[in-house]
Antibody, heavy 124, light 107 residues
Framework: QLQLQESGPGLVKPSETLSLTCTVS??????????WGWIRQPPGKGLEWIGS???????YYNPSLKSRVTISVDTSKNQFSLKLSSVTAADTAVYYC????????????????WGQGTMVTVSS | DIQMTQSPSTLSASVGDRVTITCRAS??????LAWYQQKPGKAPKLLIY???SLESGVPSRFSGSGSGTEFTLTISSLQPDDFATYYC?????????FGQGTKVEIK
């Protein structure tokens, strides 16, 4: 049974870079049937898609975050990672990694498996 | 970006009630819509994909309908386990977007 687990610092200082890793177990990140994505949820608020990556390295980013986001994949470790630069208090949130189905057309589909989420606080 | 608007934001209902949540897209998304259920402190769970396809393992009391710009999630008979927040999500565009959520509360 495929599982995803987020890891990384729970506290990041303003203006620094937030770095998280998602480890995929019970299946291969190199499957042609899926994308891998990051979603965040500020306390008490809704869900915001950050970006997604295919095992080949192709990426899609939320236009509102694109200038600060980098998502990468390491197929040898079955992991993918998120870097968000120049963080502020507004980036405080629970960060989820998730698997997205790949549509027949090659586009992204629904998020069908999620990690448990990790809380990241931006504060000095 | 395609904007997704859910209504109502909060819904009070009793066990056994039929519940309907609406999600409207700012432009046509064909049937590329998913619904999720989220409970406090937990990750969202996929309920419905492609507007009306029930995810494996999800109870049949959940159903989805719609296409284009207007979609609905229906719970035919609300159960105690269904009190949660529900989100719609479009994936017609490369920039996927979520609705703001609908909280289903106990009346």
């Amino acid at each position: 049974q495929l599982q995803l687990q987020e890891s990384g610092p729970g506290l990041v200082k303003p203006s620094e870079t937030l770095s998280l890793t998602c480890t995929v177990s019970g299946g291969s990140i190199s499957s042609s049937s899926y994308y891998w994505g990051w979603i965040r949820q500020p306390p008490g608020k809704g869900l915001e898609w950050i970006g997604s990556i295919y095992y080949s390295g192709s990426t899609y980013y939320n236009p509102s975050l694109k200038s600060r986001v980098t998502i990468s994949v390491d197929t040898s470790k079955n992991q993918f990672s998120l870097k968000l630069s120049s963080v502020t208090a507004a980036d405080t949130a629970v960060y989820y990694c998730a698997r997205l189905r790949r549509r027949y057309s090659g586009s992204q589909g629904a998020f069908d498996i999620w990690g448990q989420g990790t809380m990241v606080t931006v504060s000095s | 970006d395609i904007q997704m608007t859910q209504s109502p934001s909060t819904l009070s209902a009793s066990v056994g009630d039929r519940v309907t949540i609406t999600c409207r897209a700012s432009q046509s998304i064909s049937s590329w819509l998913a619904w999720y259920q989220q409970k406090p402190g937990k990750a969202p769970k996929l309920l419905i994909y492609k507007a009306s396809s029930l995810e494996s393992g999800v109870p049949s009391r959940f159903s989805g309908s719609g296409s284009g710009t207007e979609f609905t999630l229906t719970i035919s008979s609300l159960q105690p386990d269904d009190f949660a927040t529900y989100y719609c999500q479009q994936y017609n565009s490369y920039a996927v977007t979520f609705g703001q959520g609908t909280k289903v509360e106990i009346k």
